[in-house]
Nanobody
Framework: QVQLVESGGGLVQPGGSLRLSCAASGFTFGIYTMGWYRQAPGKQRELVATISRLSTTKTYADSVKGRFSISRDNTKKTVYLQMNNLKPDDTAVYYC????????WGQGTQVTVSS
């Protein structure tokens, strides 16, 4: 069955960095555009970054552009999100999924940006 396991979150001060990982299994990872999403308390889940199957196309939400970088390793079936210059507004649970959000959601990883 489909499994998406996110990791790498934590508590970080404003201006800090984190690298998130998402290990995928149970589907043909390498043929899909993947994305990172986040959901802050009381808000809807939003798509923050996508990466095409061969990493040739990457897109970012305006709120993270220039600070976040998405990458993937198809041999490891893993997608990454490098987050730099973190801000308190980045506080959320982060999830990975297809860009369509059509797979079963994992448990996510909590990112808290606070001094």
């Amino acid at each position: 069955q489909v499994q998406l396991v996110e990791s790498g979150g934590g508590l970080v001060q404003p201006g800090g960095s984190l690298r998130l990982s998402c290990a995928a299994s149970g589907f043909t990872f390498g043929i899909y555009t993947m994305g990172w999403y986040r959901q802050a308390p009381g808000k809807q889940r939003e798509l923050v970054a996508t990466i095409s199957r061969l990493s040739t196309t990457k897109t970012y939400a305006d709120s993270v552009k220039g600070r976040f970088s998405i990458s993937r390793d198809n041999t490891k079936k893993t997608v990454y999100l490098q987050m730099n210059n973190l801000k308190p507004d980045d506080t959320a649970v982060y999830y990975c999924n297809r860009d369509t959000g059509s797979l079963s959601w994992g448990q996510g990883t909590q990112v808290t940006v606070s001094s």
